[in-house]
Each structure stands twice: as structure tokens, then as C-alpha cells.
């Protein structure tokens, strides 16, 4: 499982600008099953996103394809965790 957190940059005013494929990149994300949870960062801002189903190489690619990544609207940091015990509802999460 990977945690995705998109933390705002330098050219966080080009987010506008950006927004529609941002919001097209996360919802491939959730059609192609990689993406689980998504939300705001508060009171920070920027967002985080829950992943698994991919290498960490292939979730590296789809996170740099994400418009707000590639021009610079926010600085992605990816953390690995190998789930060892959820809830029953979130089992998905150790695969």
C-alpha cells in the first residue's frame, strides 16, 4: 500500500489552470483500481491518496503523469507500507 501526499509548491497558482486534469488523472486512478481513498490535507492544503496494486516504479510513473506533479502545482512524496492487520472492511489493503 502507498500513501500519496501532494503537498502544494511553488506554482500553486497554476492549479486552476490544471484542475480538470488533475481531477481526470485521479479518476483514472479509481477506474484502473489503484487508488482506494483520496481527501484534502488540512489545514495545510494539498491532498493524500491511498494506493496499492502497483509496483512502486509503476505508481512513481502515474504519480509524475499527474498534471499538478509535472508542473511543479505540487510536490509528491510516496510512502511504502506493508499492511499487516486492518479491519475486516479494509482487507483490500494488505494486497
Known amino acids: 500500500m502507498y500513501i500519496i501526499y501532494l503537498r ?3 506554482n ?6 490544471l484542475m480538470a486534469g488533475h481531477n481526470d488523472w485521479i479518476a ?3 477506474d484502473d483500481g ?3 481513498c483520496m481527501g484534502s490535507l488540512t489545514p495545510e492544503g494539498g491532498g493524500a491518496i491511498i494506493a496499492i496494486g502497483e509496483s512502486r516504479e509503476e505508481i512513481e ?8 506533479v509535472a ?3 505540487v510536490v509528491a512524496e510516496i510512502t511504502e507500507v ?3 492487520r486492518t479491519a475486516p472492511a ?3 489493503l494488505k494486497a
Not at 510513473?61 to 499538478?68: I, L
Open 61 to 68: 510513473r502515474r504519480v509524475n503523469s499527474d498534471p499538478f
Open 12 to 17: 500553486k497558482s497554476a492549479a486552476s489552470d
Open 34 to 36: 489503484i487508488f482506494q
Open 90 to 92: 479494509l482487507d483490500v
Open 28 to 30: 483514472q486512478g479509481f
Open 71 to 73: 508542473h511543479d502545482v
Open 8 to 10: 502544494f509548491s511553488a
Open 82 to 84: 506493508n499492511v499487516r
